[in-house]
């Protein structure tokens, strides 16, 4: 039986006065003259004519005042200014909105296979939003994947409540905190749980494509010109930099922008790419997906734990086999900056936190 799932997208429209709606469509068409630069191909991605793409252009310039695409004869379309914060309005709602509208989803696809017969098994995973982690659902073909995003800490307290089957956190290979210690030492069992070997991937700086503030490195935060755009309080990213941060001897005081918060990856990088910072904090996926400059600080292991007794079901059985498949460990390094590092492998607690054997 093929397993039916269900998307959860946003969709948002401008009003007038006047009770004028700016027309979804026009969305696709910006993002695929900025993809293409040619007004002909553009139509056809968004799958409307020529005629009515042109018409678009003309009516919601119109609306805002203002040309959204630059037309000249022999050199294609771009983006206006305007076309271009149009487009960026979208992909920052996106980018904030992902992992709620994920987890709605999952939710709802999971609600819809209970009514229907021939329902393949059940793996519940909570995790740490991440591009990878959300992979995962396009590759579970022989079981149904519930995925819910949380933080770390919650993943790791619900594996232990039994509210999920696996919990998925991410930690430096070098840099681990005290705190993180603390974190993990308190939820983590050496003898009941086992970790599952997931990926890695490089976090750092994500700066404009010329790099204008000259940003070299963490050092750099604190240059009294530069705006910054951190992750929320209880995001493995925000204690990654928090302890760089502390072995810089920075003080959070000194950079402009430590409280303005996004939570994801993508919010990040859509914030920079639009202006609104000079630098943020994240992954290279997402410095990537909204053409920015990427500085690597360091590297963390995203991993995987279960609970020891639970590793002979079915659907985790079924789960490793997915991640271990040559498929999914094809798409995880088409991913900028993550490797799927031993995927797949079970290991036991101590073997990836060696002060559990002290």
């Keep these: 039986m093929h397993i039916k799932k269900i998307q959860v997208v946003p969709t948002w429209s401008f009003r007038d006065e006047r009770g004028n709606q700016l027309d979804p469509t026009l969305f696709s068409l910006l993002r695929a003259l900025d993809e293409r630069g040619k007004l002909t191909a553009a139509a056809a991605d968004a ?22 695409v630059e037309l000249q ?32 989803a999952s939710e709802l696809n999971i609600e819809i296979q209970r009514t229907l017969e021939g329902v393949k098994p059940t793996l519940r995973l909570h995790a740490s939003h991440g591009y990878a982690v959300a992979l995962l659902p396009r590759f579970a073909e022989s079981f149904q994947l519930d995925v819910q995003y949380k933080s770390a800490e ?39 749980h086992k970790i599952i070997r997931f990926i890695s991937r490089s976090q750092g700086l994500m700066v404009q494509p010329d790099n204008p503030m000259q940003v070299k ?12 755009i951190n992750r929320q ?25 430590y409280d303005d918060e996004e939570f994801t990856h993508s919010a990040v990088a859509a914030y920079v790419a639009a202006g609104m910072a000079d630098v943020g904090f994240g992954v290279e996926a997402a410095a990537q997906q909204f053409g920015l400059r990427f500085i690597p600080i360091a590297t963390e292991y995203y991993l995987l734990v279960c609970q020891q007794k639970m590793m002979e079901q079915e659907a985790i059985q079924r789960f490793l086999e997915m991640i271990r498949s040559e498929e999914f460990q094809v798409a995880v390094n088409e991913l900028g900056g993550y490797a799927p590092v031993n995927c797949g492998e079970v290991v036991g607690i101590d073997e990836v936190f060696p002060w559990f054997q002290k």
């Excluded at 799958?47 to 959204?68: C, D, M, Q, T, V």
């Excluded at 209880?234 to 941060?245: K, V």
């Design 47 to 68: 799958e409307i004519s020529y005629r009515h793409a042109w018409n678009l252009l003309n009516k919601w310039a119109g609306f805002f005042g203002a040309p959204l």
């Design 73 to 104: 004869k022999g050199r294609g379309a771009w983006l206006t200014p305007l076309g271009e914060k149009l487009l960026w309005a979208e992909k920052r709602v996106i980018a904030r909105l992902e992992p709620q509208l994920d987890n709605l």
């Design 154 to 192: 919650d993943a790791l307290a619900a594996l232990n409540r039994g509210v999920c089957d696996i919990a998925g956190f991410h930690v430096p290979v070098e840099i681990m905190s005290d705190r993180l210690i603390e974190t993990y030492s308190r939820h983590l069992k050496p003898r009941g």
């Design 217 to 228: 490195g963490i050092a750099d935060l604190c240059k009294s010109e530069l705006r910054f």
């Design 233 to 257: 309080k209880d995001s493995g990213t925000r204690a990654l930099l928090d302890e760089l941060l502390r072995r810089e001897a920075i003080a959070t005081s000194q950079i402009a922008g």
